[in-house]
């Protein structure tokens, strides 16, 4: 049994939680901390048994029957928390992203390095563990598309989240897209070397005034030569819009929208299926239960994380080009992006 703390009880604190609680039995959660923590979250965690309920992280760390930690609170405190389980001996789950500084995501992977205990730090993209990404990442790994010549990935959220969240995000490209860029390398098997990003304001003037775009494009070329593009929309009126292909030259691989039901009505009127999911927990539910069971599976059998801190990073320095691609109106090298 592997003991676990969680760091931040808000919505992905308690998403994880659940995961736990439902899917992984061999993981144990004996405390959550969270210096805001809400009236309703500490009756959830006594709810369901969390033994210690804290306001403040260390006492996660200072106690040793923890032996891993998720940290699922703000941006801004992944890099330091992570720094201090890591000196604390504890193996780490920390959501995405590490931090918006390559300095800083150096510092976390040099106090990685410098424990003397075999520590495990997995990066939380679930993407990587949805059933829809792994079949098209399986099927290129298999030859079955043949040589990559093109990617394409369209994401697109249900409502645009408020501008005072947009504020403290680091942006489309780093709070939104930053998904969809890992999806390119990860499906196409390929590095990206080169980008070219667009940005407007279609939806919400708040969100441009607070320095931010809610509609993106990136069109990229591939280390292997091949292209690749992206769309972001904040608002897809329809719901959560998640899609992807990969072609090559002996075929192509799509994934579709999730949605409630197959079942097609087809009638004199016309031919109606379902919308797509509307909310991304009920899209990604299943994918964050296995990047969880995932990360236990590597401490137990002393294996490395599918996603670690140079995925992190990659993910990163791409969100920067992105940014300067954008802020400059021109293609940006991913050489350009200095670790």
């Known amino acids: 049994m592997i003991n676990v703390g969680i760091i931040g009880a808000g919505r992905i604190g308690q998403v994880h939680a659940k995961s736990i609680l ?10 959550i901390a969270d210096p805001y923590l809400s009236e309703t979250a500490a009756a959830w965690a006594k709810q369901v048994g969390i033994e210690g309920i804290y306001r403040n992280y260390k006492q996660i760390l200072q106690d040793p029957r923890i032996e891993a930690v998720l940290i699922c609170s703000s941006t801004d405190t992944h890099a330091q928390i992570s720094i201090e389980a890591i000196e604390a001996g504890k193996h780490v789950f920390c959501e995405k992203p590490i931090d918006q500084s390559l300095e800083r995501i150096a510092a976390v ?81 390929h590095e990206i070397e080169e980008l070219y990003a667009q940005g407007a304001v279609l939806i919400d003037p708040a969100i441009g005034e607070a320095g931010d775009v809610d509609s993106a494009t990136v069109s990229a070329r591939l280390s292997n030569g091949a292209l690749a593009l992206i769309d ?15 072609f ?55 294996t490395e994380p599918e996603v670690g801190i140079e995925s992190g990073r990659i993910s990163i320095r791409l969100a920067l080009a992105c940014k300067k691609s954008m802020a400059e109106q021109r293609p940006v090298r991913l050489s350009e992006i200095a670790d």
């Open 109 to 189: 992977e040099a106090a990685l390095r410098a424990s003397q205990r075999n520590l495990k730090y997995q990066v939380g993209f679930n993407r990587r563990f949805d059933h829809n990404y792994r079949a098209l990442r399986a099927a290129v790994l298999a030859g079955k598309v043949g040589e990559v010549q093109f990617v394409r990935v369209s994401s697109r959220d249900p409502e645009a989240p408020p501008a005072g969240y947009v504020a403290g995000s680091g942006g489309i490209f780093m709070d939104m897209m930053i998904h969809d860029l890992d999806m390119l390398c990860y499906l196409s098997g």
């Open 248 to 302: 090559g030259s002996l075929g192509c691989a799509q994934s579709y929208n999730d949605t409630a039901s197959t079942a097609v009505i087809s009638t004199v009127e016309g031919v109606v299926s379902e919308k797509p999911l509307w909310f991304f927990l009920q899209r990604y539910m299943v994918s964050y239960q296995a990047e969880i069971r995932a990360f236990f599976d590597c401490i137990a059998n002393d």
């Open 232 to 246: 972001n929309s904040r608002k897809a009126v329809y719901g959560y819009d998640q899609r992807a292909e990969v």
């Open 22 to 31: 439902t899917g992984v039995p061999e993981a144990r959660i004996l405390a």
